[in-house]
């Protein structure tokens, strides 16, 4: 008793199994989790250590280099990078594509241990390091916390109370708040008074660190009773700074802080990170959701919270919504699952109009268990619905009605020969289940290389490699039982018919006519489908490639760079005069704006996992542009870079938008190595000439940017030993005078302030009257004019950044495809090659390409070491089946046909052969070889029977057409909804078209190449 009989003779099982799958399959689509994008493990870590007074080259040779060597003997280490600037070391460090996110923690641990091994050799002044391993945390629903009229601090208390309440929302993970601008307390000492009296700034400061110091007065006994002594003397309000008592001991004169120094509140006029929303100062408030869940529900909750703390915002506040992945998602699944809908219907509408209405039915039911099944599957382990995972549904959909069409087919063909329901299900079970199995595994193995590839790009793909293996394999077991079932409830039995009855339509004879016309002329055949080859590489190399397309989110961001150098609330007044031009022109003239975000000192929060945050820059800013559509935001990207660029010609601009998967800093990079950064500047303005005389080259710049003046003073070190001034008072007393001398802490509350000693605004002098400061001279407690122990103060140019890759310096060029050319980065990369790789690189200096071409170069090189073993497993497989090589290499050398389609569909739809493209053509060669192995194992079926080898060609090639085409059809029909979407059009073109040529092809030269392989001799033509 085979599986057929056993589901026909046991109905019960049979309609038990169909129940579970189909409510076990209902159920778990329902708790299903949603995303916009599957998620993908971003591997790197940031190790920030501030060195505060360091140059950039003392920070690279005292801080980076024993940190990158501590860091390079981890064996998970793939790159380590950093940047090293003035005053801090920022390294990233980048681990292996093998390591998972159930691996990641416990590496990180190490790089702690080993980074606090290291740190103990670190200079004096510099601070421990800090590991920052959530660096790639995705904060899927983003608000900007806005008001005009209020305090930054007033903006952090409301921020601080909305992420007490959001944070107890089931499924958030982590609330985060960007653009607090640190409060200080500001104490500015007239110097002409401290000179006046002869104060000692240590002396000053060291009355304030004591006087608000927390320190322990202990508990006294009483009666049994232990009660606690705690003094007065705590600072409790500003004013009482100022009534500290600052006479000099012994003095009969009471000197309170407020005779000398001027103390009150500011904000800091260094901050790290500033917001604006719609032209106002904002916080940024980043919601990451926990993995796994429906991001719908949990942002619909978020949403709702929002609403009912709206009636405890203060008036003049505003939360506006910048980005909320619930919303994005809600919309994305729900237009695959109705792109999924529509692809079941094409499907079940082609069935019914080749195969009839009861043979449709059937079908139709068998596709929806199986899909219900593949729900399970997917509930099961883990895998949620997104872009990949539900596109990897339509993918399969046509597929899946492959093994249940050979055998409905089969069963009906021996109906009509006399046989009845039973012994028809059994005969073609028993003679096709082996044959089937192995072509799904066959089609299954074609995608093996996205699930086995271990990059960042097989990693985001992965989904789709695990949906097809789940949903192939339950196809075939419902093909040799589900599908019988139905068949014996649908079909009824016949009188036995002529078998010359079968297959004499029109389009059978037709067919039947061109096959016997090709296998006579088999020569002119092959050199047909030689020519067609050719034309097809020929085409190909016409198709324009890419790595991943734009995202459909119609979100764009404006990277700006001012020269290095720029104070912060410079950029800060620069972006926000940038930011009100855009929202005037909005307006004015309406282009369909939604939202307007900036962000000064560093990049926004990621809300999404393709978007990368630019690192902390004093000089940098960028704008967040959401518009109402992908139209209108393609005319607006191109208005605001034309107008910046001729409007505030004195910064840098990048306009980009969202990518799809994993996207470089630019599209373009070269990467200089060596030691020297003279030599390593000039060979970067070589390449940056060879790309400013390219048209399609824009935004050419390079990492190290610009160099930055310093004024060096030079200390006399007789007459400072003389004055007793060492170089630590000189430099104490040009940190005040300038920059403010951080002096102890103030506490208000549950904040903490900073201390902070300058002189006051009249007092502080700009660099032209330098000459006239006042240092104190700790040896001999009196002031000395600065001259007197400094003979000049000269400038010079220095390298305001210094970038490192791997442990070796290196600059890297960069540049991107012009927005208006419409162009690819590999049709700008094959024009500027060759001439930048021929500078002449002095000895010891090398040239790295990176960029789009180093991520899609190791996303392939990630997809093709699988593929070998792959196509030897297919291979190995289809020799298995028939016991045969010849057999074998007929089907195999049909799997080069699918290039001719594949060439023509690319080129008709102007689509890239991108990342996903690749995929589909490799999983066409598991599409063929299952075509193959129906055509081929009915071919052996008709030998059996005793028929010629010429007559068992023709016949089989006949009698399987028609579900070689049908599964054909159905797989191509069901990729209609996929070409209208950006992410997969590349790769449905692919398959509709690769499909349908070599469908047509291979039911050709297949029964070609196999009467050469076997010798088949030619009956005169009919």
Known sequence: MNIAEFSIRNKVISWLVVVLLAVGGALSFTKLGQLEMPEFTIKNALVITQYPGASADQVEEEVTLGLEDAIQQMPQLKHVTSINAAGVSQIEVQMKDSFDKTELPQVWDELRRRVSDASQALPAGAYAPIVIDDFSDVYGYMLTLSGDGFSNRELSNQADYLRRELVLIPGIKKIAVEGKIQEQVMVEFSQQKLVAMGLSPDYLYGLLQTQNGVSNAGKALLNGNRIRLHPTGEFTDINDLQRVIVSPPGSTELVYLGDIAKVYKADTDTPQTMFHSQGKPALSIGISFMSGVNVVEVSQAITTKITELNHFMPVGMELTSLYNQGAVVDVAVSGFLVNLACSVVIVIAVLLLTMGLRSGVLMGAVLLITILGTFIGMRVLGIQLQSISLGALIIALGMLVDNAIVVTDGILVGIRKGLTRLEAAKTIVNQTQWPLLGATAIAIIAFAPIGLSDDASGEFCGSLFTILLLSLSISWLTAISITPFFCHMLFKNQENGAASELYQGVGFRLYRGLLDAAIHHRAITILVVIALMGSAMFGMGKVKKVFFPQSATPIYMVDIWMPEGTDVLRTQQFVNNIEQHLLDREAQRPSGMVNLTSVVGQGAQRFVLEYVPEKSYAAYGQLLVEMDSLDNMGAHMAAVQGWLRSDYPEAEYRVKTLQNGPSPAAKIE????????????????????????????????????????????????????????????????????????????????????????????????????????????????????????????????ENPIIMRRDRRRVITVMADPALEQGATSDALLVKIRDQIEAIDLPAGYQLEWGGEYEMSTEADAGVQSSVPFGFLAMFVITVLLFNSVRQAAAIWICVPLSMVGVAAGLLLFDAALSFMAILGILSLSGMVIKNGIVLVDQINVEQGLGKSPYQAVIDSAVSRVRPVVMAALTTMLGMLPLLSDAFFQSLSVVIFFGLGFATLLTLVILPVCYSLFFRIKVKPAL
């Open 670 to 797: 070269a990467r200089f190595y060596g030691d020297d950064p003279q030599v390593l500047r000039a060979l970067a303005a070589q390449a940056e000439l060879v790309l400013e005389h390219e048209p399609l080259a824009d935004n050419i710049r390079h990492n190290w940017r610009n160099q930055t003046l310093m004024v060096r003073p030079q200390l006399n070190l007789s007459d400072a030993r003389s004055a007793g001034v060492s170089k630590q008072d000189l430099d104490a007393a040009l940190l005040r005078n300038f920059s403010g001398q951080t002096v102890g802490v103030y506490r208000d509350g549950s904040h903490q302030l900073p201390i902070v000693a300058r002189s006051p605004l009249e007092e502080r002098l700009g660099l032209d009257g330098i000459d006239k400061l006042q240092v104190w001279s700790s040896s001999n407690n009196t002031y000395v004019p600065v001259r007197q122990v400094v003979s000049a103060f000269q400038s010079e140019w």
